[in-house]
């Protein structure tokens, strides 16, 4: 429209207009929520097998501890009667081929044989044989010993026991080491010539 005073012309009036929503699209559909059964992750087998396993072998280890109650506790220890073989089967010296198995030695001499318990009479250790020296040496405390088992050195107080030996009717040395005899200068007691301590040959 034109303005009668400059000629110009004006623009429309324009109205407000409202504004217009913009169109969303339409919304996804939501899947539906899982169950928690569904969610869960799978077992793992290797972690329950090691479970099992450990309570197994602590049940496994209590029963064979309740079983041990059924056995009895004993020692078995060397008979202390045996048979050493015929008075020719020992020369003259040391024999140490008991000493393992029974913890004695077989002494022979020209008119007799006897038998030494090896076991020091201070704290009760196994001396040995020293051939060199021609003399028993305890390795615990240096106690010594002639080869007759008297004690001349170390704190041993009084000579190692000597064990029962007889004969029996087939000719063979039988020894007894439950029988000890002992000689000990401070009481007074002197048993190595006792029937049993030695056997004459």
Known sequence: MADPV???TAAPPTTPTAAVPKATPPAAAKPAAKSKADSAEPPDKMRRRVIWGMIYGY???NLLMFLR???PRALYEPNTVFNIGY???FS???DQRYLMTNRVWIIREPDRIFVIFARCTHLGCTPEWKSSENKFKCPCHG???DSEGVNFEGPAPRPMDRAHV???ATGKLIVDTSRLYMDDPRAGV???NDPGAYLPV
Do not use: K
Request: net charge negative; aromatic share 20%; glycine share 16%.
């Open 143 to 145: 106690s010594g010993y």
């Open 190 to 192: 002197n048993q190595f």
């Open 69 to 71: 109650f059924f056995f």
């Open 166 to 168: 007889a004969m029996d």
């Open 92 to 94: 003259l010296g040391i």
């Open 6 to 8: 400059d000629g110009t």
């Open 59 to 61: 049940l496994g280890i």
């Open 87 to 89: 008075p020719a089967d």
